[in-house]
């Protein structure tokens, strides 16, 4: 078994020793790993883990194979989803709008204790109907992981609503637009007001928040090896394949949500990657 790296340690003590936790540390600085070892290190309570369709298997399911091969886990999909939570597994793999299930079901919550949101800007909008469902089903935790190495790639208030989830409301605030106008300044764009972030928006919440938030930036992890690239052949969900090759072909992409556009052939590679693992 290889030994989690120095500062993967750190970071699962941290969460071992804090029940409400916002890792935001860089990607592939092995975030998973880290949330895999501090839940061993509890002994009581299933956790339920929320994550990117595309990655529930390849990311979680891979590593606890991997790193805690005594681990009993088990990927819940819309078709097995009953039958996932009723199972004695003790990690459930599923993905973000499953929470809209789980909250018209939730005695399927019976024995969690541990959640932990992968890629929390999942849920950064306040008014979406997932958003609103993790919001109610928070509070059935006692231990509460959120993670994303990309937390306020938009704008600070991105974090409003996940630093909610995991605290519920005590560094933040209750009221979403009482936060805004602390870290935000309207103005006109020319066709409509817009808010924007103010200078020192990033400091004000880093520091309300610095208890319960573990960052490292890829570079200060220097016991991490060289790079090395290989090829992983995957199978992705139909829907997401689907996405890709209509992506692939047209350089563009409707999801329902909104338009991906690819504009060059650099950017639709880096869209197509997007894609597969969750971030789009």
């Known amino acids: 078994m290889l030994e989690p790296f120095e ?11 804090n029940p409400r936790v916002l890792v935001t540390s860089d990607p592939g600085t092995g975030k998973t790993r880290s949330v895999i070892d501090a839940y061993i290190a509890r002994p009581e309570g299933r956790m ?8 529930l298997q390849a990311s979680w399911g891979d590593d ?3 790193f805690a091969p005594g681990l009993s886990y088990v990927v819940a999909y819309a078709k097995n989803r009953a039958k996932a939570f009723k199972s004695d597994a003790q990690v459930v793999i599923t993905n973000h709008d499953a929470v809209k299930w789980l909250i018209k079901n939730p005695t399927m919550l019976e024995g969690f204790n541990t959640l932990c949101i992968d890629e929390f800007t999942a849920y950064k909008n306040k008014d979406s109907q997932r958003s609103k469902a993790i919001a109610r089903l928070s509070k059935y935790f006692d231990y509460r992981i959120a993670m994303s190495g990309t937390p306020n790639s938009n704008t600070i208030c991105d974090i409003w609503h996940p630093m909610l989830i995991v605290d519920d409301g005590q560094r933040l ?7 805004r106008s602390n870290v935000c300044t309207s103005r006109f764009n020319g066709f409509a007001n817009e808010w924007v972030d103010k200078p020192d928006a990033e400091e004000i919440v880093a520091a309300a928040i610095k208890d319960v938030n573990i960052r490292y930036a890829l570079e200060e992890c220097i016991d991490m090896p060289e790079n090395t690239i290989r090829t992983m052949y995957v199978e992705l969900p139909p ?4 996405q890709y090759t209509r992506l692939a072909e047209d350089s563009v992409l409707y999801t329902g949500e909104t338009t991906v556009n690819a504009v060059h ?3 639709k590679v880096k869209k197509l ?4 693992t969750g971030a789009i």
């Open 7 to 17: 500062h993967q340690a750190v970071t699962s003590q941290f969460i071992i020793d």
């Open 48 to 55: 339920l883990v929320l994550a990117p369709l595309s990655i």
């Open 64 to 66: 606890i194979d991997k």
């Open 173 to 179: 605030g209750h009221r979403f637009y009482s936060f």
């Open 239 to 242: 829907k997401i394949q689907k």
């Open 265 to 267: 052939a650099g950017a």
């Open 273 to 276: 990657l997007q894609l597969c």
